[in-house]
């Protein structure tokens, strides 16, 4: 019967075969593709902002116990996850979504301001995803360069904005930078910023800040009805694997951005993940503030950019070579074209690394000029 079946059934061309067609976007070319900090066996990976450490222990029971029930849909809605976030944040739950990560959420919020050729600006260099999720949804992205200080300039940012902007990525700490913005700047920013344009003040690393003079997306949100905060369980919490954070702000922005979600797009792991994480908040807090004192005894130790999240940036135009060369000495970094940004991790790694740029500085003469 089977061979039967495959007579009726029309031959498929082969791939490549001259007599396809098809219909796709021709302006897919121009969209970067999204480069993941590289790994490698053995080496010590400090390319992607990962925390070294296992989810708490609470979150690897919950998660294990989640996964037997696999077989079922996750809850959609995220019902219990909102809730608890929004008594986290002091806020309602109906003004808390969740997402795959709050990068699926950055894009749900291309796709629920923006239509075609409408604008979406934020500071550059940043998030390498931002101009992707622009350029996906049809938007147009406007990159806004930083200050000569390597800060997100919101006065050029502000002057950026046209009667086609739709939506402002504000990224503070700045990835990768890791420099922030002031209360004050915030607030004038704001206020130039008219309100029918949503503002995305994006925390992703949020928990690893300990300058008090910076905005709050969740004490601001009264304030200024057009702002959303994004946060993420991926950095600080250490569920990066399984992609779950959260958006909030005014209740219409919210639902609105759940109408772009992809269903089912947290799964029942990462909600059981980031409930069980949510609530050990004590030890999260003991593991950023390890990560802080590692942060800034290392910055210090390499005269890098002064950071509030977990890596730091040396601005440097042989960021690629000084990459390669780490690499062939164990230690993974992320280059750019202006710089390198370093995931600070423990103190052992954080040697290693210290000891392996000393020896690339003292063979390259390179960060010296």
């Given at each position: 019967?089977?061979?039967?079946?495959?007579?009726?059934?029309?031959?498929?061309?082969?791939?490549g075969?001259?007599t396809?067609?098809?219909?796709?976007?021709?302006?897919?070319?121009?969209?970067?593709?999204?480069v993941p900090g590289?790994r490698?066996?053995?080496?010590?990976?400090?390319?992607?902002n990962?925390?070294?450490?296992?989810?708490?222990?609470?979150?690897?029971?919950?998660?294990?116990d989640?996964?037997?029930?696999?077989?079922?849909?996750?809850?959609?809605?995220?019902?219990?996850?909102?809730?608890?976030?929004?008594?986290?944040?002091?806020?309602?739950?109906?003004?808390?979504?969740?997402?795959?990560?709050?990068?699926?959420l950055?894009?749900?919020?291309?796709?629920?301001?923006?239509?075609?050729g409408?604008?979406?600006?934020?500071?550059?260099?940043s998030?390498?995803?931002?101009?992707?999720?622009?350029?996906?949804?049809?938007?147009?992205?406007?990159?806004?360069?930083?200050?000569?200080?390597?800060?997100?300039?919101?006065?050029?940012?502000?002057?950026?904005?046209?009667?086609?902007?739709?939506?402002?990525?504000?990224?503070?700490?700045?990835?990768?930078?890791?420099?922030?913005?002031?209360?004050?700047?915030?607030?004038?920013?704001?206020?130039?910023?008219?309100?029918?344009?949503?503002?995305?003040?994006?925390?992703?690393?949020?928990?690893?800040?300990?300058?008090?003079?910076?905005?709050?997306?969740?004490?601001?949100?009264?304030?200024?009805?057009?702002?959303?905060?994004?946060?993420t369980?991926?950095k600080?919490?250490?569920?990066?694997?399984?992609?779950?954070g959260?958006?909030?702000?005014?209740?219409?922005i919210?639902?609105?951005?759940?109408?772009?979600?992809?269903?089912f797009?947290?799964?029942?792991?990462?909600?059981?993940?980031?409930?069980?994480?949510?609530?050990a908040?004590?030890?999260?807090?003991?593991?950023?503030?390890?990560?802080?004192?590692?942060?800034?005894?290392?910055?210090?130790?390499?005269?890098?950019?002064?950071?509030?999240?977990?890596?730091?940036?040396?601005?440097?135009?042989?960021?690629?070579?000084?990459?390669?060369?780490?690499?062939?000495?164990?230690?993974?970094?992320?280059?750019?074209?202006?710089?390198?940004?370093?995931t600070?991790?423990?103190?052992?790694?954080?040697?290693?690394?210290?000891?392996?740029l000393?020896?690339?500085?003292?063979?390259?003469?390179?960060?010296?000029?």
């Open positions: 019967m089977g061979s039967m079946l495959h007579l009726l059934l029309p031959t498929p061309p082969l791939v075969s001259s396809m067609t098809f219909t796709l976007r021709d302006d897919l070319g121009q969209i970067p593709p999204y590289k490698a066996p053995e080496a010590v990976k400090l390319s992607s990962e925390v070294q450490l296992p989810p708490l222990p609470a979150a690897v029971a919950a998660m294990a989640a996964a037997a029930t696999a077989n079922r849909y996750p809850d959609m809605s995220v019902h219990e996850l909102k809730h608890e976030l929004a008594n986290h944040l002091h806020i309602d739950a109906a003004q808390v979504t969740c997402g795959c990560g709050s990068s699926a950055c894009q749900q919020l291309v796709q629920a301001t923006c239509r075609p409408e604008e979406v600006i934020f500071p550059w260099r998030f390498e995803a931002y101009p992707i999720f622009a350029m996906v949804t049809g938007a147009t992205p406007v990159p806004v360069p930083l200050t000569d200080s390597h800060h997100v300039d919101l006065v050029a940012m502000a002057q950026a904005i046209t009667d086609q902007t739709r939506l402002i990525f504000v990224c503070n700490p700045n990835n990768p930078t890791g420099t922030t913005v002031t209360k004050q700047a915030f607030a004038e920013f704001m206020a130039a910023v008219g309100s029918n344009i949503v503002v995305a003040l994006d925390e992703a690393y949020f928990e690893y800040v300990r300058d008090d003079d910076t905005p709050n997306a969740a004490e601001l949100l009264a304030v200024y009805p057009n702002l959303v905060g994004l946060r369980f991926s600080a919490y250490g569920l990066a694997g399984v992609r779950v959260y958006a909030f702000g005014h209740a219409e919210i639902a609105a951005v759940e109408r772009c979600a992809l269903p797009g947290v799964s029942g792991v990462a909600q059981a993940g980031a409930l069980a994480s949510l609530a908040q004590h030890e999260l807090l003991a593991r950023t503030d390890v990560t802080v004192r590692v942060r800034d005894t290392f910055q210090t130790a390499v005269g890098a950019v002064p950071s509030q999240a977990n890596f730091v940036w040396i601005p440097t135009p042989d960021a690629v070579d000084i990459a390669a060369h780490l690499a062939a000495r164990g230690v993974l970094v992320r280059a750019f074209p202006e710089g390198i940004r370093i600070v991790t423990d103190e052992r790694e954080m040697d290693v690394a210290l000891q392996a000393q020896a690339v500085i003292e063979d390259t003469g390179a960060l010296q000029q």
